[in-house]
């Protein structure tokens, strides 16, 4: 039989997981996984994969409130704020990325954003 040892979910693509105790599933996977990520200026999404320009991200931590359909983004220096709003929020190593909503859930590392770096799509 196999037993789910861990739930893990990234609310904001390429930062830490949030490790989990329960989670809904929907049609897309995971409620709240991926559905944010970073943008750069030229509307480029920043991924883990290509650690000399976004590898930071790692080093973020992002937990998804289920209830409310928000993302609390937190720098490792304690700054903070909610994802998509004009407070301060962890930038990308070039000073630029910022946090927007992914514009197709489960899918946001082959799609382009829509909505401007900080704008939900």
Do not use: F
């Amino acid at each position: 039989m196999n037993r789910v040892k861990g739930i893990r979910r990234h609310p904001l693509k390429s930062a830490a997981a949030e490790h989990v105790e329960a989670a809904r599933i929907g049609k897309h996977g995971l409620d709240g996984d991926r559905t944010w990520v970073c943008v750069d200026a030229d509307g480029t999404i920043g991924s883990a994969k290509q650690p000399r320009l976004w590898g930071a991200l790692l080093d973020v931590d992002a937990a998804y409130d289920p209830d409310g359909d928000g993302v609390l983004v937190t720098a490792p220096n304690g700054l903070s704020g909610a994802a998509g709003t004009p407070r301060p929020t962890p930038r990308s190593p070039s000073g630029s990325g910022a946090p927007s909503r992914s514009p197709a859930p489960r899918r946001s590392s082959s799609s382009a954003t829509t909505g401007g770096p900080t704008s939900p799509a």
